[in-house]
């Protein structure tokens, strides 16, 4: 079982920037598996951003995913963030249909 830990989250003002980190440790898994949700109040959980190049469209040109190999970590850089990006995100390891989720970190813009 792969364990997931999120960190970064916080409260930022809307136009502002915050970088998430997932970092990866436990049995054999491909870090490219990984790839980067998030769950608004009230809301379903969507999936934001993976390694395929994948990106929900309202993201698309502000956030970048990425990854080190070396630190088997999966990065969100989010720019320009707005108030609708309000959610807790979390990071999921999607090889599999019971892959590892992390205990989320929260992500917070006000207006």
């Known amino acids: 079982q792969v364990r997931l830990v999120e960190s970064g989250g916080g409260l930022v003002q809307a136009g502002g920037s915050l970088r998430l980190s997932c970092a990866a440790s436990g049995r054999a898994f491909s870090i490219n598996a990984i790839g980067w949700y998030r769950q608004a109040p009230g809301k379903q959980r969507e999936l934001v951003a993976d390694?395929?190049?994948y990106y929900l469209d309202s993201v698309k040109g502000r956030f970048t995913i990425s990854r080190d190999g070396a630190k088997n970590t999966v990065y969100l850089q989010m720019n320009s963030l707005k108030p609708e990006d309000t959610a807790v995100y979390y990071c999921?390891?999607?090889?599999?249909?019971?892959?590892?989720w992390g205990q989320g970190t929260q992500v917070t813009v006000s207006s």
């Open positions: 390694l395929t190049s």
């Open positions: 999921h390891d999607q090889s599999g249909p019971f892959g590892s």
